[in-house]
Nanobody
Framework: QVQLVESGGGLVPAGGSLRLSCAASGRTFSSYSMAWFRQAPGKEREFVAIVWTGGSTYYADSVRGRFTISRDNAKNTVYLQMNGLKPEDTAGYYC?????????????????WGQGTQVTVSS
């Protein structure tokens, strides 16, 4: 069992930055690939970024070059550094843990989810 708790959301003007954190419980954190998703009101949850167990990363086209995902296995924490924020980045941001590969944007492939943290970008 893995429990995930996100933090770091808030209100920021367009062009600003935020760093989200996701703290995981348990001693098996390093064996999970960790991802961030987001969900805006009235829209489906969408994939943002993933960091694999080996440290490789992959991003959605909409955030590539602006967001950076990283992990610290010693702290059981995954981060999402968000720069150059846009109003369309406004959403609830959720971290998720999974094993295996494939189906990055398929929420059914993820084993554990956090409760989310809200990011609001003002224009």
């Amino acid at each position: 069992q893995v429990q995930l708790v996100e933090s770091g959301g808030g209100l920021v003007p367009a062009g600003g930055s935020l760093r989200l954190s996701c703290a995981a419980s348990g001693r098996t954190f390093s064996s999970y690939s960790m991802a961030w998703f987001r969900q805006a009101p009235g829209k489906e949850r969408e994939f943002v970024a993933i960091v694999w167990t080996g440290g490789s990363t992959y991003y959605a086209d909409s955030v590539r070059g602006r967001f950076t995902i990283s992990r610290d296995n010693a702290k059981n924490t995954v981060y999402l550094q968000m720069n150059g924020l846009k109003p369309e980045d406004t959403a609830g941001y959720y971290c998720a843990a999974r094993r295996g590969s494939g189906g990055l944007d398929n929420i059914e492939r993820y084993d554990y989810w956090g409760q989310g943290t809200q990011v609001t970008v003002s224009s």
